[in-house]
């Protein structure tokens, strides 16, 4: 599995997630009858939506091993080529009953 440059790759988007973290905090908050802290929500949804963003970067996700590698777009068919003939040249042993886990 490989990445272009101008790839992005998340489960969600970051102004999603950090929408979700903030009904949940306001929500635990409410249930304990703590006041919520508009400014603070605000800073942490900030930090959330930049964290994700950078993480959902080609160059982050291929340094996490998410993936086998980012290439020039021009280079897919040479590349898709290679990964069909490295697989073509010999049996797998051993994976009859499972396939392939990446994570």
């Known amino acids: 599995m490989f990445s272009w440059p101008s790839a992005k790759s998340a489960v969600m988007g970051g102004a999603q997630l950090a929408g979700v973290i903030s009904i ?6 409410e249930a304990r009858g703590q006041a919520w802290d508009e400014e603070a929500d605000a800073g942490m949804r ?6 994700i963003e950078q993480e959902s970067l080609p160059m982050f996700m291929s340094g996490m091993l998410y993936d086998d590698g980012v290439i020039d777009p021009r280079d897919t068919r040479t ?12 049996s797998i042993s051993g994976a009859e009953r499972f396939g392939v886990f990446r994570m």
């Open 79 to 90: 590349v898709l080529g290679m990964c069909l003939s490295a697989i073509a040249t010999e």
């Open 46 to 51: 900030a930090m959330v939506e930049q964290q």
């Open 24 to 29: 949940v905090g306001k929500a635990a908050a």
